[in-house]
Structures are given as structure tokens and as C-alpha cells.
């Protein structure tokens, strides 16, 4: 049996030989009973990512391949890419800056191997190591998209897993370029154990994670996997439209019954901008699917590779070598 270790990389120039040192030590042929191999995606690295890489499979006789990406495409397309060249039995989705121990893959591992009625093991934290107003950020997006969305989203649980061979082949038939893997992975089914983890210090470098770019992450996640926003866009039209009717009565009523003079320009004015803000959200949220729907059209690749480095020659599923 063959576990393929699948790594996006973004600047983790100061991080990737200590992960190498970290699989071999802790996932030895002669201790686990089976080989593994680990890809490195470089997605589009402005350090010396690549360098440090190349010289890694300069070092490693055969257990080490790595793609180059034109430029950064994203950590979604570094993890598709890196599952096409995969060959293991076993798929394994890890960081590179050892946040995720190899000793928890290693267990995952052992435990599909002990378990053939799971399909699937993912990691999530149980007790999450950032601030509070992160945390409350977090957690209000799972409650939200579980309430919107028809495929279900465990908490905390990231891509920080292992899967078996027909669950890497179900993924890879889903090809859209918008990628959201937790979505993904809970879209294409199979038997999954949910397993806790502790995080670990970061080996070196600094997280490229920003709150902006976590916030645009989760916005991909729920336009991906739910329709709701736009069927509450709909409810909010019908709802202005009847508090408009029943404004429009009361103002009457008390013109005809108690004379009093219609509401002026302060009314006025806050309802064109009330109605107007409410009218521009509507049109960002049509206009977010739109630019999908755009996108998924011209049918895009979606990574676009400058080479790949490996001792050892890959055959890809289509039949073709690299």
C-alpha cells in the first residue's frame, strides 16, 4: 500500500525540509508497514520555495515530485493539481508548515487501514488557537451555510485529511473552477470519521491567511454550495414591497381621517436610501453568480503548471506521462 502526501506550498521556503525530515521520521516503511510519496505544489512561490524543492529531489531517491505553477492559482487548485498526480492507496491533505502534525496523519492513515467500512478521516479542532473574534466569525459562517446549504459542513473541520483511492477519484470528477474543497468533500458523500486535533506551532514563516482573505474564502464557500442568498434577495423585494403597500395606506388613511399633511423630505430621503442600499445588495449578490457562471463558461484550466521535478517518472490517469 502507497500513501501520497499532497502539499500546497506559498513561501514555505523555511518549512519544507523540516517536513521532509518529519514524514521520514515518522512514517518510515519499516514502522507503518506501507511506502509513501509526497507532492509539493509551489503555487507560485515568492521565496525560494522552488530552490529549496528542487534540491529536496535532488536529495530524496524516489519519494518526492513537485509542481511548479505558472503563478499562484490558490491553495483549492494546488489541491486538485496535486491530487491528479497522486498514486497512493490513500490521498493524504497536509500543510507545510507542520501546524498539522505527521503524526495525526500517520494515525488517520492507520486508522482507514484497521477501519475498510470508512471511506474518508478528517481532522477538526476542537479547541481552535486564535482570537475570539476570529472564533465568533468562524463559527457563525458553519451555522450559516449548514442553514443554507443541502450538503452538510462539520465544524471546524478543514482539508486536513486522509481518503482512500475511489473518494480521490470522486473529487477529481467534480472539475469546476471555483473550488471549495470542505464543500467538495462533503458533496461527493462517502463514510467520513471525524477525528479531533491539536494544532502545533508553526515551524517558521508567517501564515498567508489574512481575516480579508478568510472572509472572501468563506463568501467562495457559500455562493459555491447554496442558492439562498439570492432566493433571500427575493424574500427582501417581496417584503420591502408590502411594507411599501401598507406605508402607502397609513399615510392615506391619515390624510383622509385626521389631516394630517403627508410626510416630507426626511421621510423621503431615508426611504430612497434604504430602498436604494437594499436594491445595490440585491444586485451584488445576482452579480457574484453572474461572475461565476462567467468564469465556469470560458472553461479555464484550472492551475496552469511551468514543470514538474521528480526522480521518478508519473502516469497520470488520462495515460499520459510527465
Known amino acids: 500500500m502507497k500513501l501520497s502526501m499532497v502539499v500546497p506550498c506559498y513561501n514555505e521556503a523555511g518549512n519544507v525540509r523540516a517536513f521532509v525530515q518529519a514524514v521520514g521520521g515518522e512514517l518510515s516503511p519499516a514502522a507503518v508497514g506501507y511506502t509513501h510519496e509526497i507532492i509539493f505544489i509551489n503555487d507560485g512561490s515568492k521565496d525560494d520555495t522552488l530552490s529549496e524543492l528542487r534540491r529536496l529531489v535532488d536529495e530524496q531517491a524516489d519519494n518526492i515530485t513537485v509542481i511548479d505553477f505558472t503563478r499562484n492559482f490558490g491553495k483549492e487548485a494546488a489541491l486538485y493539481a496535486g491530487l491528479q498526480k497522486a498514486e497512493g492507496d490513500l490521498v493524504a491533505f497536509v ?168 410626510p416630507g423630505y426626511p421621510t423621503l430621503v431615508v426611504l430612497i436610501l434604504l430602498i436604494g442600499g437594499i436594491q445595490l445588495i440585491v444586485l451584488g449578490i445576482i452579480g457574484e453568480y453572474l461572475a461565476r457562471i462567467h468564469i465556469e463558461a470560458k472553461h479555464r484550466p484550472i492551475y496552469l503548471a511551468r514543470a514538474y521535478y521528480s526522480n521518478i517518472e508519473h502516469e497520470n490517469y488520462d495515460g499520459k506521462k510527465s
Open 95 to 262: 500543510d507545510a508548515d507542520l501546524q498539522q502534525p505527521i503524526s495525526v496523519v500517520r494515525e488517520m492513515a492507520d486508522f482507514l487501514v484497521e477501519n475498510e467500512d470508512y471511506d474518508a478521516v478528517a481532522a477538526y479542532q476542537d479547541q481552535r488557537q486564535e482570537g475570539k473574534f476570529l472564533s465568533l466569525l468562524k463559527k457563525t459562517f458553519y451555522q450559516f451555510i449548514n442553514a443554507a446549504s443541502d450538503v452538510p459542513f462539520h465544524a471546524n473541520a478543514s482539508d486536513f485529511r486522509v481518503i482512500r483511492r475511489p473518494v480521490a477519484q470522486a473529487i477529481l470528477s467534480v472539475p469546476e473552477y471555483h473550488r471549495f474543497s470542505k464543500g467538495i468533500f462533503s458533496w461527493v458523500g462517502f463514510r467520513t470519521y471525524y477525528r479531533p486535533y491539536k494544532v502545533a506551532q508553526r515551524n517558521a514563516g508567517t501564515t498567508s491567511w489574512s481575516t480579508t482573505k478568510l472572509f472572501r474564502y468563506a463568501l467562495d464557500g457559500i455562493i459555491s454550495f447554496s442558492t439562498k442568498p439570492l432566493k433571500l434577495a427575493t424574500g427582501c423585494g417581496f417584503v420591502l414591497s408590502a411594507a411599501a403597500i401598507l406605508y402607502m395606506i397609513v399615510v392615506i388613511i391619515q390624510k383622509l381621517v385626521c389631516g394630517n399633511e403627508v
